[in-house]
């Protein structure tokens, strides 16, 4: 069995799920592209890939970097695949950070297919289900984040982390005020993503710490390890990190090393699929660490956390990118929670459908390669 056609749907979204100040002044269009590779005996893997800022230069590195060195390979051999795409990346390539690990999903879906398990038990199982937490984007105003949480904890769903947009008096108002409306019990976690100073993130940490929030996320770039070494001896609070810290397992290693991060975080797209999530995982584990997978920002994609996640035992939640309706796009239907816990699928492979009518309306561009 190898790998024997290579094909990608360019989905047009056709708006940007950000704010103003993130969004900048390049086009954010929050597209995503469809990959789907097909062996010459029809079993085909199926994954989505994030086309971020531009479509075009994440189609160009698939079919140009990635899907020469996939065709005509067994899709058995994740791990020498897996290498081979480090050489090419380390060598002129430099794939963005949900780059290639896409491939490496649909290569996985492929096998377990072909052995007729669930993605979770091809792994190898630890459990069926996981609670979530409700993760939402970033507000201009205290109130919205205040009924966000208010609605996810009505709706079922046991915990809520806020994404703050700074500055930081305005975050610590975001902070008390979600703890003073959805009371001193509930799980409660804060993302700044990487805005602040040490003096900041010390400060809010503090605050944290005395609300009872569960951890403190990403207060500052990936790469300010001196920083975050230095928060992690200042502050009791668990601060977890690596959300897209560059170079997979290698990357994590030298923040577990310097002692940078008290939770560890990875997703199968932004940490090379399956593949590179599970050493991710495993690694933290024998330090004693949980690997908490981050949201792919595509519920396709995020469904493959779970199985993830179901395979490993040191991930407590799965992240809920809120409101779905903002994610679902190109899966077919929604995400399956029930009373704030998300189920694995039973089907071989990943287990769930993209919406190809869908794609076919949305498809900006559509390129295949084939031996």
């Not at 899709?75 to 990346?89: K, Q, Y």
């Amino acid at each position: 069995m190898v790998i024997a056609k290579f094909e990608t749907w360019w989905i047009d979204r056709g708006k940007c799920l950000f704010d103003e100040k993130r969004q900048g002044g390049a086009k954010m269009g929050w597209d995503v592209i469809a990959i789907r590779l097909t062996t010459d005996t029809g079993i085909e893997g199926i994954s989505t890939c994030m086309a971020a800022r531009s479509g075009g230069v994440s189609e160009s590195y698939l079919h140009d970097s990635i899907a020469p060195v996939v065709l005509g390979r067994d899709p058995h051999d994740r791990e020498a695949i897996f290498h081979d795409l480090w050489n090419i990346d380390r060598h002129e390539a430099f794939f963005p950070v949900f780059l290639p690990g896409p491939v490496d999903v649909a290569l996985w879906d492929i096998c377990a297919k072909a052995a007729g398990l669930p993605l979770y038990q091809y792994i190898g199982a630890y459990r069926t289900s996981l609670p979530v937490y409700a993760s939402g984007n970033f507000h201009g105003t205290v109130q919205e984040y205040v009924d966000e949480a208010v609605y996810y904890k009505s709706q079922g769903i046991p915990g809520y982390k806020a994404h703050p947009g700074g500055p930081v008096s305005f975050d610590m108002q975001v902070h008390q005020a979600i703890r003073d409306a959805v009371g001193p019990d509930y799980v409660l976690m804060s993302d700044p993503v990487g805005e602040y100073t040490m003096g900041d993130a010390i400060l809010v940490g503090r605050q944290l710490e005395h609300l009872g929030y569960k951890w403190f996320e990403e207060p500052f770039r990936d790469f300010e390890l001196y920083k975050y070494t230095e928060l992690c001896r200042a502050l009791d609070i668990p601060i977890a990190a690596t959300e897209t810290t560059r170079g997979c397992h290698w990357g994590v290693a030298q923040v577990i090393a310097q002692r940078a991060a008290d939770i560890v975080r990875a997703d199968v797209s932004w940490k090379d699929g399956v593949t590179g999530t599970l050493k991710i995982a495993h690694m933290a584990e024998a330090f004693g660490m949980n690997c908490e997978l981050h949201t792919t920002t595509m519920n396709y994609m995020d469904l493959v956390n779970v199985h993830v996640s179901c395979a490993i035992r040191n991930c407590e939640y799965f992240e809920y990118f809120v409101p779905e309706d903002n994610y679902r796009l190109p899966m077919k239907g929604n995400l399956p929670i029930h009373n704030g816990v998300i189920t694995v699928p039973e089907k071989p492979g990943i287990g769930t459908e993209l919406d190809w009518e869908l794609i076919e309306k949305s498809c900006h561009s559509y390129r295949f390669q084939e031996i």
